[in-house]
Every structure is written in C-alpha cells, then in structure tokens.
C-alpha cells in the first residue's frame, strides 16, 4: 500500500482531524527532543484504537503506542512508522463501587497519573497521592510499574485490560500483570493497554491533600523539573542509587550539546536548551562507561528510546 493510500485508511479509520503527517516529536515528548513521525494518530475510542492497530499489523507498518511522551527520547531522525498517541483523546474516567464494596477508579490508558490522583482526592480515597507529580499516563505507568515515595502501582493496580499480539481483548489481574521494579508482563510482550482499574481505600479528604502537596514540595526541591526531560534517565542498580554513581564519577553539571547532567539532582540528564537526541546518548554513553570503569555497575537506561540511533 502506498502513502498516500496508508495516510487515507488511517484518516478513515481516526478521522482526518486526528491524522497528521511528518508530525514532530518534539512537540510530544517532556525531553522537547525528537524528529518527525512519518504518520502521527490520536485515536479517540478504543475501537478506533484496535482497528488502527489492525490495520498497521495487517499492512505490516511499524507502529509505536505512547502517552505524552514522559519517558521516551526519539531520534533526530524521527520514526519511520505510525506512532498512535494515547493522551488527550483517550483519557476518560470513571468511579464505581466493585461488589466487595471497594472503590474503585477506572481510567482509559491516556489519563494523565496527576487527573487520576485528583479524581482520587474529589472522591476522598487515599493510596494514590503516590502518582500525583509523576509527569506520565497511567497506561505507561502500569507498564513500567512507575512508583515513587514508597509507592508503585503494583499495590493499587486491580485489573489492566489490553490488545494482545493477535489484536484481541485480554483482561489481567494484578498477580498476572507480573509487576516488578520498572517490568511487568504488559512490557514483556509488548502489549497495549487500554484501560487500568485501580483499588482504593477511603480517606479523610484534607489529609489527601496534604500528602500530595508534601511530595510535590519534596519533588520540586531535589528535582529539575524547571527544564525539559525524560524524568530519571538510569533505572536503578540493585544496592546503588544512580544519581549517588553519577555524582560520584564527576558528571554533575556536565554537558554534551544541549544535554547536560542536572546540578539538582544527578539522576537526570535535562535538556539545556536545543538538545538533540544524540547529545543525550553521548553523555549517557560516556556516563555509563565511566560509571562501570569505576565501580563495576552497569548502568541501564530507564529513558526508552524510540527510532534508529
């Protein structure tokens, strides 16, 4: 199928509104970093969303499913490929009562973690102040297993419902969704999630709001959040703690280009001002092999990395 026919079927499928072409991926990721998505969709349902997955499956289209672009660095070459944004279009939720009379709220994959956390607060249930500054989608979240502050989903997370590889419904329970430190099955096999019903407890409003202001003052003092970036850039090593690793091999404050290890907060690499993607991995690179050199640890990058680097 040619691009143009590619591009039609899509608009057919999304509506032309939600189909754009050679879309740069700066404009969607929190690093401002990233070239241009040859197709870019914003399906606005889950049945647009499964017949756009079909279709790309079936026409063989590379395709890569994302939230608001949180923890992704994108090639300055782009991708080459439909890139299916679940975000502003795809953020419903809902607040039921489950027959064992928990709460419960569900939430379409695109929900940012932060208009979670205050349908939580409105509702005064409590055990996911956690999310609330975590700059990323719950769909995302559930993946990685996001946390932070002694919390993770993997202790509210009661059912994620996905599209397999095959392109069918499956429902998981928390036990199968195999959630671990930044993993779980979801990850594993590469499956896209549609939506996540979590479990919560009641709460006295007033503290809810307390401890979600505590940890967003406790964010915005040891993190950068003051310039672009992916969030934490290294996944953690087992008995370390990357920023300490960084800090301790000298790269506070160092840059490539635009690229620059944070003054605040060693665990993340920020964009300064006009980052490239290539900036980004050639201080990471030098970062990781200085790292090893020193200590023996193998840093991993937490960041994914989205096209040909």
């Known amino acids: 199928m040619d691009e143009m026919a590619v591009k039609n079927y899509l608009a057919e499928i999304a509506g032309k509104d939600c189909v754009l072409e050679q879309e740069p991926m700066s404009a969607h990721t929190t690093f401002r970093i990233g070239g241009p998505a040859k197709y870019f969709v914003l399906p606005k349902s889950v049945q647009l969303l499964q017949q756009v997955l079909h279709f790309c499956k079936k026409e063989k289209l590379p395709y890569f499913v994302m939230g608001n672009g949180s923890n992704l660095l994108v090639s300055d070459k782009g991708y080459d490929g439909v890139v299916i944004q679940l975000f502003r279009n795809f953020d419903n939720i809902t607040v039921s009562k ?27 249930l409590t055990g996911f102040e956690f999310a609330a500054g975590i700059p990323g989608t719950i769909g995302g979240a559930v993946v990685m297993n996001a946390g932070a502050y002694d919390g993770e989903m993997k202790q509210v997370v009661k059912s994620v419902t996905a599209f397999d590889e095959e392109g069918g419904t499956v429902v998981f329970s928390n036990e199968e969704l195999e ?4 993993t779980s099955v979801l990850q594993k096999r590469g499956l896209v999630v549609a939506e996540v019903t979590i479990c919560l407890e009641a709460g006295d409003k007033q503290e809810i709001a307390r401890r979600m202001e505590e940890l967003q003052m406790r964010r915005s003092a040891k993190q950068p959040l003051e310039f672009p970036s992916a969030g934490s850039t290294f996944k953690r090593p087992e008995g370390y703690f990357a920023g300490k690793l960084i800090m301790d091999a000298g790269f506070r404050g160092y840059q490539v280009g635009g690229a620059k290890v944070s003054d605040k907060h060693c665990g993340f690499v920020v964009n300064a001002g006009g980052a490239t993607a290539a900036d980004v991995i050639a201080l990471t690179d030098q970062i990781r092999d200085k790292v090893y050199q020193e200590t023996g640890v ?12």
């Open 98 to 124: 489950a027959k064992t009379g928990e709460k419960l709220i569900t939430a379409q994959a695109g929900a940012l973690l932060s208009k979670v956390s205050r349908t939580a607060l409105e509702e005064s």
């Open 179 to 182: 959630l671990g430190y930044r």
């Open 298 to 309: 193998t840093l991993e990058l937490e960041v994914r990395k989205l096209g040909a680097f």
